[in-house]
């Protein structure tokens, strides 16, 4: 079974949490932008773009580069494999649940129209 570190998981999750915070990863996924080009696209502070990208960047989502006083975000996707990857694993066990429910009615099914034909 594939272990996962649940603390990196956690703060992925409530980094994914917030709907600013998807929208640059949608955005850093076509491009890599700065964080005033960011805070100018959501219309939001600086400050408040700052502490989006901090929160994104210890989830290891996004890695961030100064060049002078430009600081550029890029999506990192090591950090959105291992999410995709649990979130799969997750899907794989509910597909098997769902299947083994999908035999059960089926049998059931079964079942009642062979009583039914037999009552009659």
Not at 21 to 28: H, S
Not at 30 to 37: G, M, V
């Given at each position: 079974?594939?272990?996962y ?5 956690d ?9 600013t ?8 996924g ?8 960011l805070a ?10 700052k ?22 975000c890029?999506?990192e996707?090591?950090?959105?494999d ?30 009642e ?6 009552g009659?």
């Open positions: 079974m594939v272990q570190d649940t603390h990196h998981l703060a992925s999750f409530a980094a994914l949490s917030d709907a915070r998807r929208g640059v990863l949608e955005k850093l076509s491009d890599d932008a700065s964080i005033s080009e100018e696209k959501f219309h939001i502070t600086l400050t408040g773009m502490k989006h990208v901090g929160v994104l960047e210890k989830a290891g989502l996004v890695t961030t580069e100064k060049v002078g006083r430009v600081r550029t890029r999506l996707l090591r950090g959105l291992e999410v995709t990857s649990w979130i799969e694993r997750r899907r794989e066990v509910w597909n098997a649940r769902f299947d083994a429910l999908e035999d059960v009615v089926e049998a059931l099914k079964r079942k129209t062979l009583n039914g034909k037999q009659k």
